[in-house]
Each structure stands twice: as structure tokens, then as C-alpha cells.
């Protein structure tokens, strides 16, 4: 059972279609993914003959696994995450249980959000990268349209500028999606800084694959440090510059950092004026795409009140938009008002969240500051509230909003391969 495939991997030889480069660095066969498993062969010797498992016997097993779930695909094989499914398959089941019984409703919309979170933390906690949140937040925009468009718009209450207001509204928050996802601006080495190169034939799981702009092979550039046994637990030094200013040293990255800058432990690389790494779109906001993730959030939030707005004026006519969202008799009669109306509070849940994320936001653009500087602060003062009052970046009101507006156009971004939105 214990035989490994030893094929060695020819740079000049490309990939088909069913063929990829495994988390070893050795080519290998999308039919070869239930066999030659030398982790679940140790682990299953081990129950048999009732000896303990080893420590991280069950992680390995898991990233294998995780491994050789490929889809063929141009140029080799994909990987599949599983972290896609879930919310495929949760999401309309939790719904459709929530119309059977206004009392279901108010337990679905209330386990839903305590499981998203307790998942959060449980991903957050281990500093992992996970495609969950992403996979729900998509799924939930197209699933919530698609029920609108086949449940509320065939009543007749909604007439074709209404309907193409919310589709357009849709498609806007899509592309503006596709935008953010395109990279938060990554810390680049300086050429003259660069005195030698690593480069791995299989991109490393901790890496952010935009960073590497969907190359197969990823550099690794060491830059020159004038003191690189100063480094701290964070993986970060004080590098004295030739004008004699100290600059901050990322011993992970290889890279020297520019003031506002940070290392992301989650995606593994520094981003230039690192905000925070959002779980919802699997990605850092930083200095080239937080202009964008602001107009992701704006798009979304005026498309879902307004597309909430319709079903509950379809729904339930005779009561206000605000009223009817708590008090709407005999909703629950029919199927397919009691679908939409659930739709509706969950809608109204997203969007309440992502409201409270907006707010903060628009503070923090105010005061020209960002999360991690923010939370910085609160470590050091105690204080839970500050808003960012003692920035030593703000500028003003207007001139914050200026240079927040303004501060992607000074990066040289490189042009984008066709990638998935995952």
C-alpha cells in the first residue's frame, strides 16, 4: 500500500489538463486521488494494531486530502476547496425550514448568524485562510436574487424599472467584488535591495495566491539587513537606513516595509497600509483596494434595502416598509410570501452587519486612520472608543478624504490574469 510516485517535476514539460503539482513539489494525476496515501496508510497501521495517533497525524491526512481534491483545468488541474459547500448546501435549507413556521423563522435567523460567528473565531483563532465566508456572502447575493426574481417579481407588484434597478444593483456589487479581490497591494522588494532569489515550483498554503498575480512559481527575494538578529516575535526589526531613519524589517516576507505597512499572519504576506484582512471577501484591505471595498459595501447595502424594500411592499402591502418587517398578518398562509419574507429578515440581518462595518469605516477614513493602527491604540490607552482622534496621519476632514481617494493611483499595480473570484 505504502508506494509513492517518485516522478520528478520537468519545468519544460507543461501540465495537462487532469495533471497538477502536489504540496510536495512532485507532479501527479487527478485519477491517482484515492491511492498512495502514505499519511492515511501510518494512521490506519496505527488503529489497527490500537497504537496512539500521532500528533498531527489527522492534519496531515486532512491536507492531503485537501490536496488532491482537483478539478481538471487549463494548464493543470485546480484545486477544490471544501469550504465551498457548505453554504451551498445550508443556505437554502435554513431558509426554506424558516418558511414553514414564523417560530422555525426566529430560531433559523437566530442559530445562522451564532454559527457564522462561532465559525469565525474558530478560523480566526488558528490564523487560517478559508473560502466560507466568500462562498456565502456570493452565494447569498445571487440565492436572495434569485428568489426575488422567482417569487416576488411574479406576484406583479414589481414592475421592469424596479426589477432592472436591483439587477443592475446586483451586477455593480459583483464587479466591484471582482475589483477588490484584485489585491490589497502587496510590499514589493526593491530591485537594488535584492541580492538573492528562492523560488519553489508549488506556491506554499499560506501564501495569498493574488500576491503571486497566478504564476505557478513563487520568488522569494531576500533584501539586505543591517541587523537582522534584531528581529522580534512578530517577525519584524528596526533596519537603519542611510539617511539614519529606521525603517521595519519583515523577516517573513524578505522585505523592508514602508511606514503604515504590515505583515498579514492570514494571507502571509505584508500589504502596504494594511487596514485589516477581511474574512468576507478571503482578502486583505489595504492601500489599493480599500477605496474599492467601500464602494463594494455601498453598493451592496443600497441594493439590499432597496430590493428589501419591494418584498415587503409585496408581501405585505397594507403596512409601512419598517412596520411590516416586524408585524406583517398572514404572511406565513402561503409558501411562497412566507419564503420572501424570510429572505427579507435575513437580508435586513446582513445588512444591519454590514452597516455597523460601513459606519466604522467612514470614521476611520475621517480621521485617517486604519483598523490595525486603531486597535494599536486601544492596547496602548485602554480606551475602547477612540475613532481614531489621535491618528498622528490625519490631516483634516477633507484632506483624509483626499488622500484616502487618491491613494491607489500612486501604486504601479501589475495587470491581472484571468483568475476566478475565489
Known sequence: MKKRSHQALDQEDPLCCCEYVDRHGRRSHVAACCCDCEDLDDACDRWIRKEHQKADSLTRVVATINDRLRVPWISGARRFDLSLIPPLILLPVFLHIASWHFLLGIIVLITLPVLVIFYYYFTHRKKGRTLFFLSLAVFSLFYVFYLFMA???????????????????????????????????????????????????????????????????????????????????????????????????????????????????????????????????????????????????????????????????????????????FYCPDVYNEYSTALSFTCAWYSSIVTGGLLHLLFLQL????????????????????????????????????????????????????????????
Open 363 to 422: 470614521i476611520n477614513v475621517s480621521y485617517n486612520t486604519t483598523e490595525r493602527e486603531l486597535r494599536s491604540l486601544r492596547e496602548k490607552t485602554g480606551r475602547t472608543l477612540l475613532w481614531g482622534r489621535q491618528s498622528v496621519y490625519s490631516l483634516g476632514f477633507r484632506s483624509n478624504w483626499m488622500e484616502f481617494l487618491t491613494m491607489s493611483n500612486a501604486l504601479e499595480l501589475p495587470n491581472p490574469k484571468p483568475t476566478d473570484l475565489v
Open 151 to 325: 417569487e416576488v417579481v411574479p406576484r406583479g407588484d414589481v414592475n421592469y424599472i424596479q426589477m432592472g434597478a436591483v439587477t443592475t444593483g446586483v451586477a455593480l456589487t459583483v464587479i466591484s467584488l471582482i475589483n477588490t479581490k484584485r489585491g490589497p497591494g502587496y510590499v514589493r522588494p526593491h530591485p537594488t535591495e535584492t541580492h538573492s532569489t528562492v523560488t519553489y515550483h508549488n506556491p506554499q498554503s499560506d501564501i495569498d495566491a493574488a500576491y503571486l498575480n497566478g504564476a505557478h512559481q513563487q520568488v522569494v527575494i531576500a533584501n539586505r539587513v543591517s541587523s537582522p538578529d534584531q528581529t522580534g516575535e512578530s517577525g519584524t526589526a528596526s533596519v537603519e537606513t542611510g539617511e539614519g531613519q529606521k525603517r521595519n524589517w519583515c523577516s517573513v516576507c524578505k522585505v523592508v516595509r514602508p511606514p503604515r505597512a504590515g505583515h498579514c499572519r492570514i494571507c502571509g504576506v505584508c500589504i502596504l497600509r494594511l487596514d485589516h484582512h477581511c474574512v468576507w471577501i478571503n482578502s486583505c484591505v489595504g492601500q489599493a483596494n480599500h477605496s474599492s471595498f467601500l464602494l463594494t459595501l455601498v453598493l451592496f447595502l443600497l441594493t439590499s434595502l432597496y430590493g428589501i424594500s419591494l418584498v415587503l411592499r409585496s408581501v405585505c402591502p397594507q403596512q409601512s416598509v419598517i412596520i411590516a418587517l
